[in-house]
């Protein structure tokens, strides 16, 4: 297997030693009477770490944790002083204030960065001081730097500066950048295969485009236009045709194609349509002999890629060995759709039974410990959890995972598919809450698996102020029933028509995020009511004020409202609920 | 020009908004400093081989992407959801350019 280590972490294994601290940091949370679950789903979950291999090199992606390391370093270090702010941050970098120390420390003035000792002046509280003056030459620099107050303290807060570095950060930045020397071979190889590959191709469709063009050209074309028509038409066949007759578009994207008809001896002037009417240029353009060429190098990058990419030959070999019961090339799909076609998705989940033991297993593909984050990670290590076999009917598998039961590869069949758009929206929402609250425990715990420590705001977080009370509220019940190998246990207690309520209003509530209704109300509650943070956690408030709101704000204040009738009824019908034997059953 | 991107990947959804005039760039709400023209172009180069609308099989934590460049009453706007053009990488690496920096 790959190994590349990066501040002493394999990022394709990052998962090693830590796995009995993660697991107490789930009990931690869950509770101790889900210790032997727990661990056990964690133990069989299988976590794949992958590169997703986009033209970006390892020695790029080091380089890039670096420079991100280095900027909470700086905030570290001058946030100690008192009047930093991200603000003033722009032209005060580590390196810059070394350098600048080193030249004072040299008495050597010239050629100093006037905005850097702005920068220093103001951000490091010498407010006190004389300031520097705007025309900073060397001449200027020097008489400043005469006036021994001035001197004296900014000596001796560049030095204090150069002191947290030398003591705290140097030496992570000197393992760093040695991480990137140690980069193995097999990874640069596989690099600069797929790199080749991938410029190769696309150079050989350009220029197969490129041919086409000169050979139907009705005049010479400049070294300014060929670039533009190269890509032109290459964007076209990548296109097709059909598209390009439908689609509406700007006319900065117009101009080029009509660049492209130009140089081919058809002009009509600026309007598109004429072109997209003229037959004869189509069949040019269109050409069928041309498209078939293009779609065969194409095809063949595909096939060249897959030969070429060791992240993927090796993920496959693990496919291979798990002892997956039935076919594998369901999961093999999964796989190159997750390395090939899925973009900035991080993690993606699915389940597979051991033919050996007969045991429900979690596979996840996941990026390396560079692309991923912690709370990423705990998201499907918690679907892990709260995933199980439920039966075997005519050879096909039925699982759960959480408050959804499906066949295996998720979402294949009607009926799967089904009760994901039904209830994906709430499952994930309720996974996110949790999996977030055991990322927290983990963080207090020291726990740290990732080196990526930026997180996107989830989506489904967008939803937490509306669904926090009702999931605190009854946090015990939800547990049990989405860690129980019973997906519709949570619809048994609330009642069918309760539970699918609050599954519409998930999927309805995250609609309005997509569509910006979620923030438009929320600029507008904070605009109205001079509230900064946290707008919707106390929305009676809100509603209650005397304020004319716009429909769009209403409409998604009445959620809440919807929400608390959903709470209450709830809570009438927990009067009837009793735990016995572990589980929640209504009397 | 203005640009509005919204990508669903997995649980994380970021947006970003661009204005070619104001000069703005925003991720997720937050201003960056980023030369919004010479993203512009960038962009204007990748999506021009795209579809208007790409969608793929229904799968848990997939990625849906969502463009929209709109220049005075002209919009061009591109939707994909588990199925992506041949050149999304370039686009992929684009925007995580803009997001680290």
């Known amino acids: 297997m790959i190994s590349v280590k990066v501040q002493g972490i394999d990022i394709f294994n990052p998962l090693d030693g830590k796995l009995k601290k993660i697991t107490d940091s789930f009990i931690e949370y869950y509770g101790e009477e889900y210790r032997e679950k727990i661990s056990e789903k964690l133990m069989d979950a299988r976590v794949l770490f992958l590169c997703k291999y986009n033209g970006e090199d390892m020695s790029t992606r080091i380089e890039n944790y670096l420079v991100a390391c280095k900027s909470k370093w700086e905030d570290d270090i001058f946030g100690t002083f008192p009047y930093y702010t991200d603000k003033r941050k722009t032209h005060l970098t580590i390196d810059k204030v070394l350098e600048l120390n080193k030249k004072i420390k040299s008495k050597k003035l010239t050629s100093l960065d006037y905005y850097l000792i702005e920068s220093v002046y103001e951000t490091l509280g010498f407010n006190n001081l004389i300031k520097p003056p705007k025309s900073m030459d060397e001449y200027g620099i020097r008489e400043w730097f005469k006036l021994s107050k001035n001197k004296n303290v900014i000596i001796e807060a560049l030095n204090r500066i150069e002191y947290m570095w030398n003591s705290g950060y140097k030496q992570q930045e000197a393992e760093l950048l040695e991480d990137i020397k140690n980069i193995p071979q097999d990874v640069l190889k596989i690099e600069q295969k797929l790199r080749k590959i991938a410029r190769v191709c696309k150079n050989k469709q350009k220029d197969l485009a490129f041919d086409h063009i000169k050979k139907n050209a009705s005049r010479k074309i400049s070294d300014s236009e060929a670039m533009v028509v190269k890509n032109t038409l290459y964007s076209l066949l990548s296109k097709g045709k059909e598209e390009f007759l439908n689609e509406r578009t700007i006319s900065a994207v117009n101009d080029q194609y009509i660049t492209l008809f130009n140089v081919l001896g058809y002009d009509f002037g600026s309007d598109i349509k004429e072109y997209k009417e003229c037959e004869e240029l189509l ?33 496959e070999r693990v496919l291979d060995t798990i002892n997956i019961d039935g076919d594998t090339q369901p999961y093999k799909d999964v796989l190159y759709n997750y390395l090939y076609n ?5 993690a993606l989940a699915t389940d597979y039974i051991d033919k050996l033991c007969y045991k429900h297993h979690k596979l996840v593909f996941c990026e390396d410990a560079l692309a991923c984050d912690d709370e990423t990670l705990f998201h499907e290590l918690n679907h892990a959890i709260e995933s199980g076999l439920l039966s075997k009917n ?40 949790f999996s977030l609250e055991v990322a927290k425990v983990a963080r207090k715990n020291n726990v740290k698996i990732c080196l990526n420590d930026y997180s996107a705001p989830s989506l489904y977080s967008k939803a937490f102020p509306l669904f926090k009370k009702f999931i605190e509220n009854n946090k015990n019940i939800i547990v049990n029933c ?44 904070k605009n109205k009511t001079g509230i900064k943070k946290a707008v919707f956690n106390s929305y009676e408030e809100y509603i209650n004020k005397n304020i004319e709101w716009s429909d769009k704000t209403k409409m998604v204040l009445s959620y809440y409202k919807k929400m608390d009738e959903i709470s209450k009824n709830f809570e009438t019908r927990k009067l009837g609920i009793v735990k016995s034997n572990g589980k929640y059953t209504i009397q | ?85 041949d050149n999304y990488d370039e686009f992929v690496l684009l925007i995580r350019e803009v997001m680290n920096k």
């Not at chain 1, 065969?296 to 993920?315: P, W």
């Not at chain 2, 919204?6 to 649980?11: C, F, K, T, W």
């Not at chain 2, 919004?36 to 934590?61: A, C, H, Q, Y």
């Open chain 1, 283 to 315: 069949d040019i353009v269109f050409n069928k002999d041309l498209i078939d060429e293009f779609n065969k190098i194409k095809n063949s990058l595909t096939k060249a890629r897959i030969e070429a990419d060791g992240y993927y030959i090796g993920a």
């Open chain 1, 342 to 346: 899925s973009g900035l998705v991080i």
């Open chain 1, 394 to 433: 005519n050879g096909e598998y039925y699982f759960k995972c959480g408050f959804i039961k499906s066949r295996v590869p998720l979402g294949n069949d009607e009926e799967s598919r089904n009760e994901i758009l039904k209830y994906q929206m709430l499952n994930e929402i309720v996974n996110d809450y």
């Open chain 1, 482 to 525: 989405r860690l129980l190998d019973e997906p519709h246990a949570m619809a048994k207690l609330m009642g069918q028509e309760e539970f699918d309520k609050l599954a519409d209003i998930a999927n309805q509530y995250l609609s309005f995020v997509n569509s910006n209704i979620l923030y438009e109300a929320e600029a507008e509650i």
């Open chain 2, 1 to 85: 020009m203005k640009i509005n991107i919204d990508i669903l990947s997995g649980r994380l959804n970021n947006k970003i908004t661009a204005d070619t005039e104001a000069g703005d760039f925003l991720i997720n709400g937050k201003k960056k400093q980023i030369d919004v023209n010479d993203f512009t172009n960038r962009l204007l180069g990748i999506i021009l081989s795209w579809k208007e609308k790409m969608i793929g099989p229904e799968l848990l934590d997939g990625e849906s992407y969502c463009v929209t460049i709109t220049d005075g009453e002209e919009t061009a706007s591109f939707y994909g959801k588990n199925s992506f053009p």
